[in-house]
């Protein structure tokens, strides 16, 4: 990756706009996690913040016990018959879910997966290992068992033992407060026996779109928009997001381009809301009125981001005692355009809601991958750039050709994005970072 002519990143800062980790910071740091919890059963709470650290109360496993099928042993023991070419009487039968007992002197025990593991026995030898003998010879003769069985060598102490506390010791802490639980964590809490868990409620967020342009599809068949019309693609993506976040989401009716319109919906939705997502109407333009709007009944934090799409990306707040409430209902203003609302809502929004539902999120963009280019950009903008990008079959980078803003099919082509820094070009074969979506939205 190479550097333009006289460009660089403080071109961006030079111009009034404010860097994408600046902003994040300082959206992060106007996130006031919410206070209220609940408690849900393990399996609802999947994708929910836990409130409180879980500590176990017990050991995972909670006694030593077999990995393998097969039979729990003496290591010495075999030693000894191996080197005098004896079998060794099973004595014991130990499935999973039953008391083990204990292993008698020269003796050895037949052991499921998941068995305890007999007082004594120290090794577990898997049934592969083990030939069952079906008559012994006299020298075999040993106390009444459940037959005999022949080993070729010797386990090491240990061997396909799981030993209790291994997985969880009691009174550790097994999951975090700030956590955004996952399925392998429900998992994890049932295993200590947990069947519910103490989390934050849900967000509750307003969704709404501005813009006389906009037509709800379904409403009219394409053949009947009106001149200047469009589909209002913004919303069925970002209520999808939003949902996979377990926010609330209450869809708003569309927002006519007038102050009056746009004041009134604000409004209403900032009484009942945590926060109000808008997409559109937060640039320059004589119809775009969020700005002002937000301004007028609260304050604006930040606006214009050095990036590219995403540039007219706006936080403010509204201030619910002028409207006869309490507190404040925060305002994510999106940009209109459908790849800059995308954007824009991965890398800044979805970081500031988790941090306002209570989830413990870094003031940093996710690690990025270094990966090699399969493309030309020559290229070099003022602001940081964020290319729609794919992983091809031979490990590069492939480019989506038009990156226009306006152009959501680069976002369902690609796969990630390629996080390029003001001023720079990518000539083929270039190492550039690369931003999984995956890792941006799930």
């Known amino acids: 990756m190479s550097q333009g002519p006289g460009l660089g990143t403080a071109g961006a800062a030079g111009r009034g706009l404010m860097a994408v980790e600046d902003a994040l910071q300082r959206l992060l740091a106007a996130a006031e996690p919410l206070t209220e919890q609940e408690t849900v059963a393990t399996e609802a709470a999947v994708g929910r913040v836990l409130a409180r650290d879980v500590v176990a109360a017990l050991d995972v496993p909670g006694f030593d016990n077999s990995q393998m099928d097969g039979y729990a042993v003496r290591c010495a023991e075999v030693a000894a018959a191996l080197a005098a070419g004896q079998a060794l009487p099973v004595a014991l039968r130990v499935a999973a879910g039953q008391a083990a007992g204990e292993l008698p002197p020269g003796a050895v025990a037949r052991v499921f997966t998941g068995a305890p593991l007999p007082v004594g026995a120290d090794a577990v030898v898997m049934q592969e290992e083990a030939t069952p003998v079906a008559d012994a010879t006299a020298a075999d003769r040993a106390p009444a068992s ?130 109000i997502i808008t997409t559109g109407g937060v640039s320059v333009g004589e119809a775009d009125h969020v700005r002002p709007v937000v301004r007028a009944l609260g304050g604006l934090d930040l606006w214009q981001i050095a990036m590219k799409p995403g540039k007219p990306f706006a936080h403010g707040w509204i201030e619910r005692a ?48 270094p990966m090699v280019a399969h493309f030309d950009w020559p290229q070099a903008d003022r602001r940081r750039e964020f290319l729609r990008v794919r992983c091809n079959s031979v490990g590069g980078l492939d480019v989506f050709p038009n990156q226009s803003s306006s152009v959501l099919t680069s976002v369902a082509w690609a796969d990630g994005l390629v996080d390029k820094p003001a001023g720079t070009t990518i000539a083929h074969g270039d190492v550039v970072r690369y931003l999984p979506l995956s890792a941006l939205l799930d």
């Open 322 to 369: 002028r409207l006869g409430g309490s507190g404040r209902c925060h305002v994510i203003g999106l940009p209109g355009n459908p790849v800059s609302s995308f954007v824009t809502y991965a890398l800044l929004a979805r970081p500031f809601l988790l941090r306002l539902a209570g989830a413990a999120v870094e003031p940093t963009l996710p690690p990025a991958w």
């Open 146 to 275: 459940l037959g005999w069985v022949r080993f070729a060598s010797v386990p090491a102490p240990g061997q396909w033992v799981r030993r209790r506390g291994e997985d969880v010791r009691a009174e550790t802490i097994v999951l975090s407060a700030g956590r955004r639980l996952t399925a392998a964590d429900a998992g994890l809490a049932a295993s200590i026996g947990c069947a519910t868990l103490p989390v934050r409620r849900r967000l509750r967020v307003a969704l709404a779109s501005t813009g006389d342009e906009l037509i709800q599809p379904g409403e009219l068949p394409p053949e009947r928009l009106p001149p200047g019309a469009i589909y209002n693609s913004n919303r069925f993506f970002l209520e999808p997001l939003l949902r996979r976040l377990e926010c609330e989401v209450t869809v708003l009716p569309r927002v006519a381009d007038t102050r009056e319109a746009t004041e009134a919906a604000i409004a209403q939705a900032a009484l009942a809301h945590d926060v």
